[in-house]
Structure formats: C-alpha cells, structure tokens
C-alpha cells in the first residue's frame, strides 16, 4: 500500500535463493489480478515491463549474472 500512495506503478521483488521474481503492476485504486502477483519461477520465463515496454530479460539473465 505504501507503495502505491507513492506513486509506484510497478515493482518487482528478486529472491535469489529461490530464485523466483514476484511482479507487482498498480492501477489507478488496487493491484491487477486481484492484487496478486505474477510470480515467474522458470528459467525460460521472460519478464515484461508495462512501465519500460522495450525491456525483457529472462531470468535465466538475472540469475546467471
């Protein structure tokens, strides 16, 4: 929530133990998906910014850094 009162429009959390990354997309009142993330856990997923619309990366590309 605090977060969102700030403005933030998209976050991204990174667990590289579990190397999992959780994706969090606002709109105008509440989360998208029922406030629920898009949690990507496959090597071959690909992130998609809305907020950078040119930008993906694996996560093969995060965690192999």
């Known amino acids: 929530a605090a977060y969102q009162q700030a403005g933030v ?7 590289p133990l579990k190397k999992i990354v959780s994706l969090y997309f606002f709109q105008v009142d509440a989360f998208l ?17 809305k907020e950078l619309s040119e930008f ?9 850094q």
Do not use: A, C, Q
């Open 9 to 15: 429009k998209e976050y991204w959390i990174v667990d």
């Open 33 to 49: 998906d029922s406030g629920l993330p898009i949690r990507l856990k496959e090597m071959t997923d690909i992130l998609h910014s």
């Open 56 to 64: 993906e990366m694996t996560l093969e590309e995060i965690f192999n």
